[in-house]
């Protein structure tokens, strides 16, 4: 069974500085991973799928890595701005069958200005 | 504007009622989703469906219903016979197996 951890829980940064959030997944045959952000009482707004082909994906000042073999992957966020605050959240889709995706309970960040 | 639509935002029933949260999509993806996201928890799967007519069960189905009669629609029944229904729902949808869509979610409060 897949189980996807993200630490930490929460992270108060400095408005300006670079800023790295961590999933961690315990089954390696994935089909693809996602990250998403959620602010609060809303839905989920994709950020980047990175398919396991792959390594990394970047979209602006977002850079994500991908280790399936270590079972991690990193969201780096460039120069934290107050508008970033929101809870970071990765999904992982298993391979083979329904490719069922499991979600971490997510990284609640704070960019203070 | 492509995108998937949940209503209603805010949805109150008392115990004993079943209630039915709308989901439609136009970003013309075969497969659909139904979540449950409660305080502390990861978001958890309770239906989805890969093609028109035909849907399968996910991890915490129990109490709940749905169908699939058409492509962008995907509609939700929490019925009495869920033991805890307040949460926070969200639908999604894909190609399959690609990259997740989500809708704005509806709170559901029973009372």
């Known amino acids: 069974k897949q189980e996807v951890t993200q630490i930490p829980a929460a992270l108060s940064v400095p408005e300006g500085e670079n800023l790295v959030l961590n999933c961690s997944f315990t089954?390696?045959?994935?089909?693809?991973l996602q990250w998403f952000r959620q602010d609060p009482g809303k839905g989920l707004t994709s950020l980047l799928l990175?398919?396991?082909?792959?390594r990394e994906q970047t979209s602006g000042r977002l850079n994500a890595s991908l280790d399936k073999s270590s079972g991690r992957s990193t969201l780096y966020i460039a120069a934290s701005q107050p508008g970033d605050s929101a809870t970071y959240l990765c999904?992982?889709?298993?391979?083979?069958?329904?490719?069922?995706?499991?979600f971490g309970i997510g990284t609640k960040l704070q960019v203070i200005p | 504007d492509g995108g998937i639509t949940q209503s209603p935002k805010y949805l109150f029933r008392k115990e004993g009622q079943n209630v039915t949260l709308s989901c439609e999509q136009n970003?013309?993806?075969?497969?659909m989703y139904w979540y449950r996201q409660d305080p502390g928890q990861g978001l958890r799967l309770i239906y989805y469906?890969?093609?028109?007519?035909?849907?399968q069960k996910g991890d915490i189905a129990e109490g709940y219903s749905v169908s699939r009669e058409k492509k962008e629609s995907f509609p939700l029944t929490v019925t009495s016979a869920q033991k805890n229904p307040t949460a926070f729902y969200l639908c999604?949808?894909?190609?399959?197996?690609?990259?997740?869509?989500f809708g704005p979610g509806t709170r559901l409060t029973v009372t």
């Open positions: 469906s890969q093609i028109v007519n035909d849907f």
């Open positions: 990175i398919q396991s082909s792959q």
């Open positions: 970003l013309n993806h075969d497969a």
């Open positions: 999904a992982v889709r298993n391979s083979g069958g329904y490719q069922k995706v499991t």
């Open positions: 999604a949808s894909s190609y399959t197996g690609d990259e997740q869509y």
């Open positions: 089954d390696s045959a994935i089909y693809n």
